[in-house]
T-cell receptor, first 107, second 113 residues
Framework: KNEVEQSPQNLTAQEGEFITINCSYS?????LHWLQQHPGGGIVSLFM???GKKKHGRLIATINIQEKHSSLHITASHPRDSAVYIC?????????FGTGTLLAVQP | DTAVSQTPKYLVTQMGNDKSIKCEQN?????MYWYKQDSKKFLKIMFS???????INETVPNRFSPKSPDKAHLNLHINSLELGDSAVYFC????????????FGDGTRLSIL
């Protein structure tokens, strides 16, 4: 079992839908990252959070340290949001990655 | 003005060859990383360097040798390439302050024939 689990693995949504991607982890962490990887491969850091909630445009990330769980929400989804979303937790000196969620937003 | 740049972007070579991937960051960061992303898109850390010193080596075969000539560069040399080395390799860097995000390069897709 991976130390960082994401669900769902694959997600197809219609444009405009509200999307939630979940991440659960089993190790002690100092922070959690949400990353986005588009087809073609580049990885972009969306959020890094250690408590509470962060918002950037249509993206919202929350974390519950006690429950070892984080969610990434996308409001009013758009086809350009189609990508792989990766949760990664920061332990003492390294990142441990989830297996990613492949999101396809259809027009 | 790419912050973390890797070269080459694509590398196709035969089994048994030796190859290098270069990484440079212009962010003034102290810590650099190499990650491997397999065919299932799973990312895993390989190495981490802080100010040219190795701090993480995640049981990577010793055919892989990172070299950091200065804190802005972390190159990855791979000897005797094997089929299983086919993957996308990502370089990343991070500043010193606690919980700063990592900045990733665009990746190098290595294909072994």
């Amino acid at each position: 079992k991976n130390e960082v689990e994401q669900s769902p693995q694959n997600l197809t949504a219609q444009e405009g839908e509200f999307i939630t991607i979940n991440c659960s982890y089993s190790v002690g962490i100092s922070a959690l990252h949400w990353l986005q990887q588009h087809p073609g491969g580049g990885i972009v850091s969306l959020f890094m959070l250690s408590s509470g909630k962060k918002k950037h445009g249509r993206l919202i990330a929350t974390i519950n340290i006690q429950e070892k769980h984080s969610s990434l929400h996308i409001t009013a989804s758009h086809p350009r949001d189609s990508a792989v979303y990766i949760c990664a937790v920061k332990t003492t000196n390294k990142l441990i990655f989830g297996t990613g969620t492949l999101l396809a937003v259809q027009p | 003005d790419t912050a973390v740049s890797q070269t080459p972007k694509y590398l196709v070579t035969q089994m048994g060859n030796d190859k290098s991937i270069k990484c440079e960051q212009n962010l003034g960061h102290d810590t650099m990383y190499w990650y491997k992303q397999d065919s299932k898109k799973f990312l895993k850390i390989m190495f981490s360097y802080n100010n040219k010193e190795l701090i993480i080596n995640e049981t990577v075969p010793n055919r892989f040798s990172p070299k950091s000539p200065d804190k802005a560069h972390l190159n990855l040399h791979i000897n005797s390439l094997e089929l299983g080395d086919s993957a996308v390799y990502f370089c990343a860097s991070r500043g010193q302050r606690i919980n700063q995000p990592q900045h990733f390069g665009d990746g190098t897709r290595l294909s072994i024939l």
